[in-house]
C-alpha cells in the first residue's frame, strides 16, 4: 500500500519557502502527476492552503484513511507526530527528518530510542529517518526534484538519499529505470532485509541494486540474497568498508557497518555482485539489463584505434581480469585480406581506426572476429573527437570529419549484429573522449551513449569502465555455472 | 648519443625540410597524407624560419619552391621531417649524410612495429645508414617534436603558450592528446617529444637534454620500452629529486607487452622490474592518460602537505562515506577534528542531517557562503589537519541553488590566498549533460586561475594526491 498510495499526508508542511521539506515534497508529487490525494498537515492548519491543497491540523482530523505519511518536522517533534499516526491508525511511514541516532549527540540518541518504542509500540512501518523515502515512478510517488516518469525492471534500496537522487537522476541516460527506489536511512524498523523480502517476490522488479552502510540481520541478508540472486541479479556497493568510512557510517545513518573482510566473505558467499562506486553501480547494471546472454569465457576482442591506447587497452582489459588473446591465424588472414597494414595491427588488441570508420570495412570485419573460437565477447572502442570534430578547426581535420552519419550507421549495423549474430557473442561499446572532451565532444558522447543503448548495446565512457564492468557480469554468470554444476 | 649545440638546432630550427610533401597530397587524406599538412601545422603556428619541401617532381608546394633532393638546398638545415612511405626512407636517409643534415624525425610508419619480414629489413637497413651517417633520428612511426616556444607543431591548433613541462611519449596519439588535453589542467609545456621505435635517440638521450633544459622543471614521460634500463634508472633517480619525473609505463600486463611489440617493437620488460624501478628511482608511476594530467597538475600547483591526515567536506552522508573509503584505499587517514574545532563549528552547525566529524557533510556551510568561508578557516586551522579536499559534487548537476556555485567559488578563491594548508577541489559530475559540463569547465578554470588544482572526481584527486605526497615522503626517509 505505501508502494502505491491512493492517499499521502505530508506533516510538516507550510506556507513559507524551503529548500527541501514537505512544502517541496508536495511540490514533486504534484509535478510527477500524483493522481490520488494529498494532505498537508499544520498544527495552524486553520483556513491554511499550501499548494492549493487545504491543510489539516493533525493525521486524526484527516477524513479518510492515509496510505503513507511524510513527515519532515524538525526532530523534536517526532516523537508526537508518530502518536499522531498511531491515533490516526496510519501505518506507512517516511520519516525524511535527520537529527536521531547519527548525530552521535545525547538529544539525538536520546530522540532516537523514543521515536523506536513508539514505533514498536504501535506497530509501524517506518522508512527511515534521515532518508529521501520511496520513489515509484508508476505509482507517480517521488520526493524528487524532476523525477524520472518512466518505470523499468530496476529496484534499488539505498541508505542513502544523495546517493538514491544521484542514480535516479543519471539512470534514465544509461537506459536504467525503476520499478522501485527506497531510501531507507538510519534503518529504525523496516531494513533492507524487510525491503528485499518484498522485491524477491515484486514481479516488476528483475535486477536489485542496494547502497548499504549496515544490516541488523548479517545473517538473514546472507540468506536472502544468496536466495535471490540466481533469479535477481543483486548489485550491492558496501560504503565504509575502510575504518574511515566505517567512522563516516556511524555520522550518517548510525548504522553498525562491518568490516571488509566480514563483506569479502558475503560476497564469496552468495555470489552478489561487487560494485565500488555509483558509476560502477550504473556500469554493472546496465550490463545486465541489456547483455542478454552471458559470454561463454573471460576472452575479448579490443576493437580500437592508436597504437598506444592499444597498449593501455591491453593492460586496462588485463588488471580488469579479462584475456585477450591473439586471434587465430585463420582470423587474422581473413581480415588482412581487407584490412591495408599500413597503420593498422591486426593481433588483439586491434588497432583498426580506419576500419571503425569505414562501414563497408565494419560490417566485413565483425563476423571473423566474432566466430574466431579464442573470443567470447567483443569491446568495440569509438574514439570520440578523435578526427578534429572541434568546432573551429581546420579545413583539413574537417575534411577528415566523420560525419554523423557514420555513427549511425555503426549504431545500426552493431545492433544488427548483437541480435540477430549466429555466434551470440556479447558487443560493448566504449566512447572513449579523445582530448578530454574539448569543444562540445562531451555533449556529443551523452547523446552517442543514450543512442546506442537505446539500440540496445551497452555503452560506457571509458575502457576502465567496460572491462570491470563486463568482468563483473561474467564473474556472476561463472558462480551461477558452478552452483548449477554443485547441484 | 653525445649531445651538442647541433642537436639544440632541432628544437630551435630555423630551417626545416620537408621530405615526402606532395603537391596533390592536399586534398586527398588530410592528416594521414601529412607531408603538406607539416606545411601548413607550422604556419599555423607561426614558424618563422624557413620551410623547404622536397619533392623531385615539383617546382612548388603551397606556395613554397620546392628542391629535388636535400643536398640541393642552399641553407643548411636545421631539422628534416621525412613522411615518404617506409620503402623510400632509406634513400632520404642517404640524402640526409649527403646534405649534412643530421636532426631527423621520421614520421613513416612500417618498420619493425609491423612485424612482418619487409618492415623488420627495412627498419635493420635504417639503422645502419643512422649509425654510418651520425645521424639523430626521432622516431620513426611518431610525431617529432612540439615546441611551442620555437612555434614548431605538426598537429592542428597548439597551443602556442609555453610553461615548464616536458613530455617524452612513445606514442604520437597521446602526445597530441596529452598536448590538447593539458590546456584544461593549466599545463603549458617546454617540450613535447614523441620518438616511437625510438631508432637511433631513446628515452635516455632526450632525459639527459630535459635534466639541464632551464625551460623544464617537470617530465612527464609515456614509455613502452627503453633500450638501456640501467643508464635510464640512474638518470632518474638523478633527475626526479629536482624535476620530478612522471612515468607511465604502457603494456605491464601479458596483453599490453604483446600490444607494445606490435606498436613500437620495444622490448617492455617484466611488471617485477618496472615495480622495482619506481621503489628505487621515486619516479612517479601514472597508468593513465588522466593520471599524468592529475599528476603533472598536482606537482605544477600544490605545496606538498605535511602528512596524509585530509579534512573531506562536502554535502550528503552517501557521499562523506564514499569520500572516506577512497582515501582511506589511498592511504590517507580521516580523523575525527578536534574537540575545539567540532566546538566551534557547532556554533553554526545544527546537529540535525550534517556531520561535524571528518568528513564534514555540513549543507548550511554549502548553502551560506559566510558559513563556508569559517568552516574552510576552521579545518584549516585544526592540527590534526594536513590537507583540504573539497568535494564540489553536489553543484555539478543541473539542479541545486542557483548561482551558488559561483559565490562558492569566489571563497575559496579568496581563501587560498591567505591560507597555508594545501587544498585541493573535486568536481564529480556523473553526467555528459552539456549544461552541468559547462559549468565543471566555467569553476575548474576559474579555480585552476588561482592556483588551486581541480579534479573529476574524489578518486582522482586521492590519488594524485597520495602520489604527490608519497614522492615527498620519498626524500624524507631518505635524507
Not at chain 1, 68 to 85: F, K, M, N, R
Not at chain 2, 72 to 94: F, G, K, Q
Not at chain 2, 265 to 270: D, H, I, K, P
Not at chain 2, 366 to 374: D, H, K, W
Request: aromatic share 8%; charged share 20%; proline share 7%.
Amino acid at each position: 500500500m505505501a508502494f502505491n498510495p491512493k492517499t499521502i499526508a505530508v506533516v510538516g508542511a507550510s506556507t513559507k519557502p524551503q529548500w527541501m521539506g514537505g512544502t517541496t515534497f508536495i511540490a514533486n508529487l504534484q509535478q510527477l502527476g500524483f493522481p490520488g490525494r494529498i494532505y498537508p498537515i499544520n498544527p495552524k492548519a486553520e483556513g491554511m492552503e499550501i499548494r492549493g491543497l487545504k491543510a489539516y491540523p493533525s493525521l486524526v482530523s484527516v477524513p479518510e484513511p492515509i496510505d503513507l505519511v511524510i513527515v519532515s518536522t524538525p526532530a523534536a517533534q517526532v516523537p508526537s507526530v508518530l502518536e499522531d499516526c498511531i491515533a490516526a491508525n496510519a501505518r506507512n511511514i517516511h520519516i525524511f527528518t535527520a537529527g536521531f541516532d547519527e548525530t552521535g549527540e545525547e538529544e539525538g540518541k536520546r530522540l532516537g530510542a523514543k521515536i523506536r518504542e513508539i514505533a514498536q509500540r504501535g506497530g509501524l512501518r517506518i522508512v527511515g529517518p534521515n532518508c529521501m523515502g520511496l520513489h515509484v515512478p508508476k505509482a507517480r510517488i517521488s520526493t524528487l526534484e524532476q523525477a524520472a516518469t518512466e518505470s523499468g525492471p530496476v529496484a534499488f534500496l539505498s541508505q542513502s538519499g544523495g546517493h538514491a537522487g544521484q542514480f535516479v537522476g543519471t539512470a534514465p541516460i544509461h537506459g536504467i529505470h525503476f520499478s522501485k527506489v527506497i531510501s531507507f536511512g538510519n534503518a529504525l524498523t523496516l531494513d533492507s532485509t524487510d525491503f528485499l523480502e518484498y522485491l524477491a517476490t515484486d514481479p516488476e522488479t528483475k535486477i536489485i541494486t542496494m547502497y548499504l552502510e549496515g544490516v541488523k540481520d548479517g545473517g538473514r541478508l546472507t540468506r536472502l540474497v544468496k536466495e535471490i540472486n540466481p533469479q535477481k541479479p543483486v548489485i550491492i556497493w558496501k560504503g565504509g568498508l575502510t575504518e574511515s568510512g566505517g567512522r563516516a557510517v556511524a555520522s550518517h545513518t548510525g548504522s553498525l557497518g562491518g568490516t571488509e573482510a566480514i563483506w569479502d566473505g558475503f560476497f564469496k558467499q552468495t555470489g552478489a555482485v561487487r560494485v565500488d562506486s555509483l558509476e560502477e553501480l550504473t556500469d554493472v547494471t546496465m550490463t545486465f539489463l541489456y547483455l542478454s546472454h552471458p559470454p561463454k569465457g573471460r576472452r575479448v576482442a579490443l576493437m580500437g584505434a592508436g597504437g598506444g591506447n592499444s597498449v593501455a587497452g591491453a593492460d586496462v582489459c588485463s588488471r580488469a581480469g579479462l584475456e585477450m588473446p591473439t586471434l587465430t591465424e585463420e582470423t587474422r588472414k581473413i581480415l588482412r585480406e581487407f584490412i591495408p597494414p599500413e597503420g593498422t595491427i591486426i593481433r588483439n588488441p586491434l588497432d583498426i581506426g580506419m576500419v571503425l570508420m569505414d562501414i563497408t570495412l565494419l560490417e566485413r570485419a565483425l563476423e571473423p572476429i566474432a566466430s574466431d573460437p579464442l573470443i567470447d565477447a567483443i569491446i568495440f572502442a569509438l574514439p570520440i573527437g578523435l578526427f578534429g570534430m572541434r568546432p573551429g578547426a581546420t579545413a583539413q581535420a574537417q575534411e577528415t570529419q566523420p560525419q554523423e552519419d557514420v555513427y549511425q550507421r555503426q549504431i545500426t549495423i552493431l545492433s544488427k549484429f548483437s541480435k540477430g549474430s549466429p555466434h551470440r557473442k556479447p558487443v560493448v561499446v566504449v566512447l572513449q573522449l579523445w582530448r578530454g572532451g574539448v569543444g562540445g565532444a562531451a555533449g556529443q558522447r551523452a547523446r552517442l551513449q543514450a543512442e546506442f543503448i537505446r539500440a540496445g548495446i551497452p555503452a560506457y565512457p571509458s575502457l576502465e569502465r567496460a572491462s570491470r564492468a563486463l568482468a563483473k557480469f561474467i564473474q556472476y554468470h561463472e558462480f551461477q555455472g558452478q552452483l548449477a554444476e554443485g547441484l | 648519443m653525445p649531445w651538442d649545440t647541433e642537436f639544440e638546432a632541432a628544437f630551435n630550427p630555423k630551417v626545416i625540410a620537408i621530405v615526402g610533401a606532395s603537391s596533390s597530397a592536399s586534398t586527398s587524406g588530410g592528416m594521414w597524407a601529412p607531408g603538406v599538412g607539416f606545411i601548413t601545422r607550422l604556419r599555423e603556428m607561426g614558424f618563422t624560419g624557413r620551410i623547404h619541401p622536397i619533392n623531385p617532381k615539383a617546382t612548388e608546394i603551397a606556395g613554397l619552391k620546392a628542391y629535388p633532393s636535400l643536398a640541393s638546398v642552399p641553407d643548411p638545415i636545421d631539422l628534416v621531417i621525412v613522411s615518404v612511405p617506409a620503402p623510400a626512407v632509406p634513400a632520404v636517409l642517404e640524402d640526409c649524410i649527403v646534405a649534412g643534415a643530421k636532426n631527423i624525425h621520421i614520421f613513416t610508419a612500417g618498420f619493425e612495429e609491423t612485424g612482418e619480414p619487409e618492415g623488420e629489413e627495412l627498419g635493420r637497413r635504417i639503422r645502419e645508414i643512422a649509425h654510418r651517417g651520425g645521424l639523430r633520428v626521432v622516431g620513426p612511426n611518431c610525431m617529432g617534436l612540439y615546441v611551442p616556444s620555437a612555434n614548431l607543431a605538426y598537429w592542428p591548433e597548439g597551443c602556442t603558450e609555453s610553461g615548464p613541462v616536458a613530455f617524452l611519449s612513445q606514442s604520437g596519439r597521446l602526445a597530441q592528446d596529452w598536448a590538447e588535453y593539458a590546456q584544461g589542467y593549466g599545463v603549458r609545456f617546454s617540450k613535447v617529444i614523441s620518438y616511437g621505435n625510438a631508432l637511433t635517440l631513446d628515452c635516455t638521450d632526450f632525459l639527459e637534454y630535459l635534466a639541464t633544459d632551464p625551460e623544464t622543471k617537470i617530465i612527464g614521460m609515456y614509455l613502452e620500452g627503453v633500450r638501456d634500463g640501467q643508464k635510464f634508472a640512474r638518470q632518474v633517480k638523478e633527475i626526479n629529486r629536482q624535476k620530478p619525473v612522471i612515468v607511465w609505463k604502457g603494456g605491464l600486463t601479458e596483453p599490453g607487452s604483446r600490444a607494445v611489440a606490435s606498436h613500437t617493437g620495444a622490448l617492455g620488460g617484466e611488471g617485477a622490474i618496472w615495480s622495482a624501478f619506481f621503489k628505487q628511482t621515486g619516479a612517479i608511476r601514472a597508468d593513465s592518460l588522466e593520471e599524468i594530467a592529475d599528476l603533472t597538475m598536482t606537482f605544477l600547483y600544490l605545496k606538498p602537505p605535511g602528512g596524509r591526515r585530509v579534512a573531506l567536506m562536502g554535502v550528503g552522508g552517501g557521499i562523506s562515506v564514499a569520500s572516506a573509503d577512497i582515501c582511506a584505499w589511498e592511504g590517507f587517514q580521516v580523523p575525527t577534528l578536534t574537540a575545539k574545532t567540532r566546538r566551534e563549528l557547532r556554533g553554526f552547525v545544527p546537529p540535525a542531517g550534517n556531520s561535524i566529524r571528518n568528513p564534514l557533510d555540513i549543507a548550511v556551510a554549502l548553502l551560506n557562503p559566510t558559513n563556508f568561508e569559517r568552516t574552510l578557516e576552521l579545518i584549516a586551522n585544526d592540527p590534526l589537519i594536513d590537507v583540504l579536499l573539497i568535494g564540489r559534487h553536489w553543484f555539478m548537476t543541473r539542479y541545486g541553488p542557483p548561482d551558488m556555485h559561483q559565490k562558492l567559488t569566489e571563497v575559496l578563491i579568496r581563501f587560498a590566498k591567505r591560507n597555508n594548508k594545501p587544498l585541493v577541489v573535486a568536481l564529480q559530475t556523473y553526467t555528459d549533460d552539456p549544461e552541468v559540463r559547462s559549468k565543471q569547465t566555467k569553476i575548474r578554470a576559474e579555480l585552476l586561475g588561482a592556483g588551486i588544482p581541480v579534479y573529476d572526481s574524489q578518486q582522482r584527486a586521492s590519488r594524485a594526491l597520495a602520489k604527490f605526497i608519497q614522492y615527498h615522503e620519498f626524500y624524507k626517509t631518505e635524507s
